[in-house]
């Protein structure tokens, strides 16, 4: 995929950035001159070439954790003097009927996904406002824009990660700082898939079932690219979307538009 973003110069921050949308996005972001720090919870020592290639700042980050989150905004400021991007990608999936969530799995699924968002939102944007603006941009997913029956708890994380984006970015405006988010799905190659695919009873089935949820996607006959998905958030994030805030973008493959035709 061309890269047509420029980026030269800004300093970027993204979270989850070890594999799937977030290296996508690092990658992406740094091929087209920007400063990227990539937080993840783990280093992989598969990224450690193209990273070194690119300039890319490995920091570790577990999102969860408000002194991590904070070191790592800092670690960017401290070396730079601001942050022009942000990226709140980190999240973990839950499959589990509401009934069979663990409070222990309910504090992982929302405390990854709608605090370690929030977490992020807040020090970065302390660093804009001295700054005088910045671009924020969340990964949601489609389901953040409809329920879904499989992953209730996920789906109610996904939805305040909309919200937030909302809020947050009819609070900011009037300080030039643009706030988006991304509502992917199904996404291919990224850890929470290959993750749902492995502990499957039948891989390819769920693999089918996926692409055939999604009219595009089944029109094309394969999941979306991490790559696709990292090209909307580099949109969002670039001058070309100044006038762009409080948007929650769908890279679904039309999934959440509603109920498809007969025959799908």
């Not at 690092?26 to 091929?31: C, K, R, T, V, Y």
């Amino acid at each position: 995929m061309k890269n047509q973003y420029h980026f030269q110069d800004q300093v970027a921050i993204i979270t989850g950035a070890g594999n799937g949308i977030g290296r996508a996005t690092a990658i992406m972001m740094a091929e087209a001159g920007a400063h990227v720090f990539a937080g993840d919870v783990h280093h992989l020592e598969e990224n450690r070439e193209t990273f070194t290639r690119l300039g890319i700042t490995e920091v570790i980050c577990d999102v969860r954790q408000e002194s991590q989150v904070q070191s790592l905004i800092e670690q960017a400021v401290n070396q730079y003097g601001r942050i022009d991007i942000l990226v709140n990608n980190a999240g973990i999936g839950l499959v589990k009927q509401i009934h069979q969530v663990t409070e222990a799995e309910w504090d992982a699924c929302i405390d990854t996904n709608l605090k370690g968002t929030f977490l992020g939102c807040k020090h970065a944007i302390k660093y804009m406002l001295a700054t005088g603006g910045g671009t924020i941009v969340n990964t949601a997913s489609n389901a953040g824009l409809l329920p879904r029956a499989h992953d209730p708890v996920y789906s109610i994380s996904k939805h305040a990660v909309v919200a937030l984006t909302e809020s947050l970015g009819l609070c900011h405006g009037k300080d030039n700082i643009r706030i988006n988010c991304v509502c992917p799905g199904p996404v291919g190659e990224t850890g929470m898939m290959n993750v749902d695919i492995a502990n499957a009873a039948d891989p390819e089935g769920l693999t089918q079932s996926m692409i055939r949820a999604s009219p595009i996607a089944a029109a094309n006959k394969r999941m979306i690219r991490p790559q696709e998905v990292a090209s909307a958030i580099c949109y969002l994030a670039s001058k070309d979307a100044l006038m762009v805030s409080g948007t929650a973008l769908r890279i679904d493959g039309g999934k959440s538009l509603g109920v498809p035709p007969q025959g799908m």
